[in-house]
């Protein structure tokens, strides 16, 4: 497969796209034992912003990212990650049960992009896409995060359809 290096390189002009059409923080993760890991994040230039680091671990059931990576696998094994992972409760917004998180898999396969609304830190928003491997399994996922105040449900329509078609983009480069 890519290194981590070689994919860095291949998703940052997508990166830049997503900030430069928003403005809002662009993240690049990988699935990583039974979590996602971020490995490049352009940060929003506003003061009002999520801020997250390069190297930082971080759950897959209540992030957008982890979500867009466990709705491209096959639901069984979904489910099977779900069942040996430990569900936190980051906020009261999160969702934990492995009915309900398949629930959602199911929804984010139809919609195409992943929304994580305040269920990973409170007062922040994210939106995500995976992208695939030739095999079409995920191989990570890029997503767009701001504050509750500026993402409204259009605004997180609009940014959801444009990492669809980002991450279909980086697909076909990978």
Avoid: W
């Avoid at 917004?93 to 629930?103: D, F, G, K, P, Y």
């Avoid at 995060?145 to 409204?152: F, K, L, N």
């Amino acid at each position: 497969g890519r290194s981590s290096a070689e994919l860095i390189a291949l998703a940052r002009p997508f990166m830049t796209r997503l900030s430069n059409s928003y403005g809002e923080s662009v993240n690049l993760a990988i699935p990583s034992n039974g979590q996602i890991f971020y490995i490049d994040v352009i940060e929003s230039e506003r003061q009002l912003r999520t801020q997250i680091s390069v190297g930082t671990r971080d759950h897959l059931h209540s992030t957008a990212l982890g979500k867009a990576v466990l709705a491209s696998l096959p639901e069984d094994e979904a489910k099977v990650i779900l069942s040996n992972i430990d569900r936190v409760s980051p906020t009261p917004n999160t969702v934990v049960t492995i009915a309900a998180l398949l629930r959602q898999c199911a929804a984010i396969r139809e919609r195409g992009f992943a929304i994580d609304d305040q269920e990973n830190e409170l007062g922040s928003i994210c939106i995500a896409g995976a992208f695939l491997d030739q095999d079409g399994r995920p191989l990570g996922a890029l997503s767009v995060s701001g504050p509750v105040a500026r993402i409204t449900d259009e605004l997180a329509q609009a940014i959801g359809e444009e990492v669809v078609e980002v991450c279909g983009m980086l697909t076909q480069v990978l």
